[in-house]
C-alpha cells in the first residue's frame, strides 16, 4: 500500500530534455522512499548503481539484475570494440555478445566527440532500461527502475563541456608525448 502512495507522488522523468530542470534529487528520492519502504527494499534501493559489480555480487531484484547484465555486456563490447581498434585482445569471459550491442558499442567508438558519445551511449541505457520496466508501477520494482533512471538523468547533467575538452586534450597531448598524466576530474 505504500508503494502507491509514494509512486503517485514521484515527478514523472519521462520527456525531460537536457534545458528542462530535473524535478527530483536523488535525495529527494531517497527521502520519499524512507518514508513509506520497509528495509529490504530500502537496502535495495540505496545499493543502486550504474555500474554493474565486477565480482557479481547480485541483487534480489530480478530488474537489477537484468539491468546488471545489460550493463555489463555493453562494458564487455566497448572494451572489445576499443581493443580491435588498436589491435589487441580482449577476453569477454566466455560470453556470446549480441551483434546489436556490438553495433551500439562501435557505433560509440566511433564518435570523435567524447560528450557526443556519452550522450548517445545514455540514449541506449535509457532505451534499454525502458525495455526492462515493470508493468506494475505500485511495485518495488518500479521504484528500481525509477532509481536507475534518475541515475541515468542526473549523471549526463554532470559533464562539464569545457573540463572535459581541457581533460581530453591534456590526456591526449600526455600519450603523444609519453608523459604520465591521470584525469583527477
Known amino acids: 500500500m505504500g508503494e502507491y502512495y509514494l509512486v503517485s507522488q514521484l515527478p514523472s522523468l519521462d520527456g525531460i530534455s537536457e534545458n528542462t530542470p530535473i524535478p527530483i534529487t536523488e535525495e529527494g528520492f531517497f527521502e520519499l522512499c524512507g518514508r513509506f519502504l520497509g ?22 531484484s530480478d530488474l537489477v ?45 566511433e564518435i570523435e566527440n567524447p560528450l557526443e558519445a556519452e550522450i ?10 525502458e525495455t526492462l520496466r515493470p508493468m506494475d508501477s505500485f511495485s518495488d520494482e518500479y521504484l528500481f527502475y525509477y532509481g536507475l ?8 547533467r554532470q559533464f562539464d563541456t569545457k573540463i572535459g575538452e581541457n581533460t581530453y586534450k591534456d590526456i591526449y597531448n600526455s600519450i ?8 583527477l576530474q
Not at 566497448?78 to 557505433?107: G, H, T
Not at 548517445?120 to 532500461?129: A, E, G, Q, S, V
Open 65 to 109: 539484475k537484468a539491468w546488471s547484465d545489460g550493463e555489463r555486456n555493453l562494458r564487455l563490447a566497448l572494451a572489445k570494440i576499443r581493443a580491435e581498434k588498436m589491435n589487441k585482445s580482449f577476453d569477454v569471459q566466455s560470453k556470446i555478445l549480441p551483434l546489436e550491442l556490438l553495433k551500439v558499442a562501435n557505433a560509440a567508438i
Open 39 to 60: 528495509g529490504k527494499a530500502l537496502r535495495e534501493l540505496e545499493n543502486l548503481t550504474l555500474v554493474p559489480s565486477p565480482n557479481g555480487e547480485e541483487s534480489n
Open 120 to 129: 548517445y551511449l545514455l540514449n541506449y541505457r535509457l532505451k534499454f532500461l
Open 176 to 183: 603523444l608525448n609519453g608523459d604520465s598524466l591521470e584525469a
Open 149 to 156: 533512471k534518475l541515475k541515468l538523468v542526473l549523471r549526463i
